[in-house]
């Protein structure tokens, strides 16, 4: 049987628009080939932020949700990373060059959205709760761009040391990079998920509509938990 098609969620803008994007990637699962549904959960949690970020930033930007052809990661497969440089391609076809892109995942998305920072129309990465068992996941990043990472100190699924630890890695790199312990909250964005929005809304604007220059000093750094 043929393998699923991703898909995207939202405007993918007009030929020649300089527009910048907004890409959100959800989460799922170590291993599975089970196609994404509309109605998992995983699929789900990004849905209300797609909202949220239309409502602050789609007049200025396009906000596109992607569905990935399977649940997992499956190992060296990196099943969603084929679907992210496929929707990144997707979403600038046609567009003027100069457009840029800022990823949003949570948890196996935040993954995927490290593994395809590489792409250099990449300005930035908002990481929610991401799982980087490795703790190098941020070395695609380039020195210059912008890198939120929000993980709650509850979080029983990812590891939030890890997490830090990459961050950390990315700052030392020259990344505008930035880790938020969320004090009490575990992995699924429930606790507070009013700020979890704020945060991310608040770092997508950052990296959309800041000047050119991203020196770390002008975004700052909060690794207490708040």
Known sequence: MAPNAPSLH???????????????????????????????LSYLRMVPLARMLRR?????????????????????????V???QWAIDEVLR???PSARVVLVGH???????AAVA?????A??????????NGTETDTLAPGSR??????????????????????????RGVAARFVAMRGAGHFMLTRSWHWSRLTRDAVRDVLFAPDSTSRGEIGRADRPI
């Open 94 to 96: 046609g567009r003027h």
């Open 147 to 172: 890198l939120l990472v929000v993980h709650g100190t509850r979080d029983r699924w990812t590891d939030a040391t890890l997490s830090h630890a990459a961050t950390m890695r990315a700052e030392r």
């Open 56 to 80: 602050s930033v789609g007049s200025e930007a396009d906000v596109v949700l992607l569905r990935c052809r399977y649940r997992g990661w499956n190992g060296a497969e990196r099943s969603p």
């Open 118 to 122: 590489g792409h250099p129309a990449v």
């Open 107 to 113: 948890s196996m998305g935040g993954r995927t959205a």
């Open 82 to 84: 084929a679907d992210a």
């Open 10 to 40: 939202g405007s993918t803008g007009a030929t020649g628009s300089a527009r910048p994007v907004v890409l959100l990637l959800h989460g799922g699962k170590v291993a599975s080939h089970d196609p994404v549904r509309r109605w998992h």
């Open 124 to 133: 930035g990465v908002v990481a929610l709760a991401p799982w980087w068992p």
